[in-house]
């Protein structure tokens, strides 16, 4: 499909470049110039057949020519799908080599963690570990193990190794335990901050206190804080100034320590690890249906305070519960917790993609409301704007070009019945809102999104003919394949949220249609950004293949 290309200028590179080019241009000067001249210049539009018989007969040679270039070319899509994702999968794999992901079997040695039925925590961590590292090497992924027997090894020891040999990730692994009541399910921990390791001279003295500090915590329902239960260990830590650190307990604790990152830094480490609890949570809840006890901010243990890359602990599920602990024993469980952090931890690296898309805009309270929430998040999303609100605010207009955002046409008057009379009639209605942008912000924009959607109830009549001039011209339109459905009455905040989550149905591409003219829509809009931890939301461009209905 042709594409014009700013860059390249006036789109030299072949014949039937330069009209089209040049109908850009005239679609600028505007419409009642370029529709009395379009007639003329160009094979295959409306005005063709009035300039002759010869002239319809190449168009036709034209279009069929054009048509057998396209089965041949789906012919050709078909057959090399498989060998194309075989290669993008390799591509994948090369890119996953560069990543090294520490995993940490939590306890070892005669550090036997939580036990319950005569089965040791230490066992099923490394076990779990030891598929994980299968998975991981399987996707392309380095894989460090802080250990691969039952050897005991200090906090510091596992945190050392992580740092020394850089690794982008790390996620300890842990079983859960609870004296009282009946708690079960999986849990994700990570840090709110990060502190330095303490000198190594202390790891010795220190590794004891640790590891009792561990089982407590491990012992604790899960739900409580540890604090209170170490207390007394704490005490003993605090006796010893320079083992402070040596214990989780104690780190949260720790009023001052000099950092090793720069704030910022300090603040994505936190950001990521979030994000890559989140993800490890999701997709190990995905795979079992064990409860979900979320992903857990604050966590004071010591291997997510002090290893300086993105890091979480996973507790998998509870050893004092007699069914979770049945299954945790068996490998078909380990083998679908395991296949589960391998793909949070997949996710986190490789997100998918989401566009995220504005039409009806802009307006002067919501869109700049809209506009203010996706500048605080550093997200940048598409808007299809309707000429008459450029026209009535175009600062807004403006403000969305400048922070970076795409912006496409939508329609000027978004009048059904008028707008889909015939393709003349879109194509003028069109120009008047393409005038409108490019007088309001100085860009001619490529995209466009049909109103209803590219086919609908008004336009069953004209929609292919409109297509073909619109792709002839250069124009790509985009559909979308989820939506908030906010344009649906009384749906509140949480509805629209709903509506997001069910209708991206995990898909590697999303277009997500939404409404910055809606209420509602702001209002639910930072939760909506919060809520897809495994996708990366970017702006649409012409290089983006497009979502469109068939
Ligand atoms: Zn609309």
């Given at each position: ?6 860059r ?8 039937c ?8 241009l005239?679609?600028?000067l505007g ?9 003329l ?14 002239v ?5 040679e034209t279009?069929?020519a ?8 789906e ?16 591509a994948k ?26 089965t ?34 200090s ?27 009946k ?6 921990w ?11 001279a ?20 899960g ?6 239960e ?46 890559l ?5 999701g ?39 007699e069914?979770?602990r ?15 952090i391998?793909?949070?931890i997949d ?10 898309t ?15 929430i ?14 008459e609100?450029v ?12 922070e ?8 000027n ?10 393709a ?19 860009t001619?924009?490529?995209l466009?999104r ?15 003919e409109?297509?073909r ?9 985009f559909?979308?394949?989820?939506s ?15 509506n ?9 591409r999303?277009v ?39």
């Amino acid at each position: 499909m042709w594409i014009w290309d700013r860059r390249r200028g006036q789109g030299s590179e072949s014949g039937c470049d330069s009209p089209k080019g040049l109908m850009r241009l005239l679609l600028k000067l505007g419409a009642g110039l370029g529709s009395a001249i379009l007639g003329l210049l160009f094979w295959g539009g409306a005005g063709a057949a009035a300039a002759g018989e010869s002239v319809v007969a190449e168009a036709m040679e034209t279009v069929s020519a054009a048509a057998r270039e396209n089965v041949a070319a789906e012919a050709e899509e078909e057959t090399s799908a498989a060998s194309r994702e075989a290669a993008q999968e390799e591509a994948k794999k090369a890119e996953a080599g560069r990543f090294l992901v520490a995993l940490d079997p939590g306890h070892g040695g005669e550090d036997e963690g939580c036990s319950g039925g005569g089965t040791e925590e230490k066992e099923i961590n490394l076990s779990i570990a030891l598929l994980l590292r299968q998975y991981l090497e399987e996707k392309g992924y380095r894989v460090l193990l802080t250990r691969e027997g039952d050897t005991f090894l200090s906090l510091e020891e596992r945190v050392r190794l992580a740092n020394e040999n850089r690794a982008d990730i790390f996620v300890s692994i842990h079983q859960n335990s609870c004296e009282e009541g009946k708690a079960q399910g999986v849990e994700t921990w990570y840090a709110g901050i990060y502190v330095e390791p303490g000198g190594e001279a202390d790891a010795g003295e220190v590794s004891g206190v640790e590891s009792d500090v561990e089982s407590d915590t491990d012992a604790d329902s899960g739900g409580g804080t540890a604090a209170g239960e170490v207390s007394g260990t704490e005490s003993d830590v605090e006796s010893d100034a320079d083992a402070d650190l040596g214990s989780e307990a104690a780190a949260s604790q720790a009023p001052c320590v000099e950092l090793d990152l720069t704030a910022a830094l300090a603040a994505d480490r936190t950001a990521s690890s979030r994000r890559l609890a989140r993800l490890i949570q999701g997709q190990v809840l995905s795979r079992t249906d064990a409860e979900d006890r979320e992903a857990q901010g604050a966590s004071d243990y010591y291997v997510t305070v002090h290893t300086a890359m993105p890091s979480c602990l996973i507790e998998t599920g509870f050893l004092s519960d007699e069914k979770e602990r049945q299954a945790l024993e068996s490998h078909d469980y380990q083998e679908k917790i395991a296949a589960g952090i391998a793909e949070g931890i997949d996710l986190y690296f490789f997100p998918k993609t989401m566009y995220l898309t504005f039409d009806d805009g802009p307006t002067r309270e919501n869109s700049a409301a809209v506009l203010d929430i996706l500048k605080e998040w550093g997200i940048r999303a598409t808007f299809f704007v309707v000429g008459e609100n450029v026209r009535k605010n175009p600062e807004v207009a403006k403000r969305i070009v400048d922070e970076g955002h795409t912006i496409g046409i939508h329609c000027n008057s978004h009048r059904y019945e008028e707008l889909y009379e015939s393709a003349e009639a879109f194509e003028k209605d069109f120009q008047a809102a393409f005038d409108a942008v490019y007088e309001a912000t100085g860009t001619e924009p490529v995209l466009f999104r049909f109103p209803g959607g590219s086919i609908n109830a008004y336009n069953k009549e004209v929609y292919e003919e409109i297509i073909r001039d619109m792709t002839e011209k250069g124009f790509i339109y985009f559909d979308w394949n989820a939506s908030l459905e906010d344009a649906v009455k009384h749906s509140g905040p949480e509805d629209l949220l709903a509506n997001a989550r069910k209708t991206a149905l995990g898909r590697k591409r999303v277009v997500m249609l939404a409404h910055d003219t809606i209420y509602d829509t702001v209002l639910c809009l930072p939760e909506l950004l919060d809520q897809f931890p495994e996708y990366r939301m970017e702006p649409l461009d012409e290089k983006v293949t497009p979502i469109q209905f068939k």
